[in-house]
């Protein structure tokens, strides 16, 4: 098993930064991909930015160039920096890690990112 700690959502005006923060405990191999995902209401989770533990990553296309991810393999946490915020960026993000080539996928609890003025 594979918990998932988040922190670091909140409330942000247009063009605001935000960083989300996640970090893995328990049964964590060495190889994994760990990343972030979200969900508006009314539409379905979908992929943000996902890194490998080689450092592979891949943004959505909607987010590249404002958001960055990063991981510490050591400390088995991943980060994503979050700039220049849109309205459209509102949602619950999501922490996923997967043992990679092929495992389950856990998830976090989830943190609430809203962008309004």
């Known amino acids: 098993q594979v918990q998932l700690v988040e922190s670091g959502g909140g409330l942000v005006q247009p063009g605001g930064s935000l960083r989300l923060s996640c970090a893995a405990s328990g049964s964590i191999f060495s190889i994994n991909v760990m990343g972030w995902y979200r969900q508006a209401p009314g539409k379905q989770r979908e992929l943000v930015a996902i890194s490998t533990t080689d450092g592979n990553t891949n943004y959505a296309d909607s987010v590249k160039g404002r958001f960055t991810i990063s991981r510490d393999n050591a400390k088995n946490t991943v980060d994503l920096q979050i700039d220049n915020l849109k309205p459209e960026d509102t949602a619950v993000y999501y922490c996923?890690?997967?043992?990679?080539?092929?495992?389950?996928?856990?998830w976090g609890q989830g943190t609430q990112v809203t962008v309004s003025s």
């Open positions: 996923n890690y997967r043992r990679l080539p092929v495992g389950n996928n856990y």
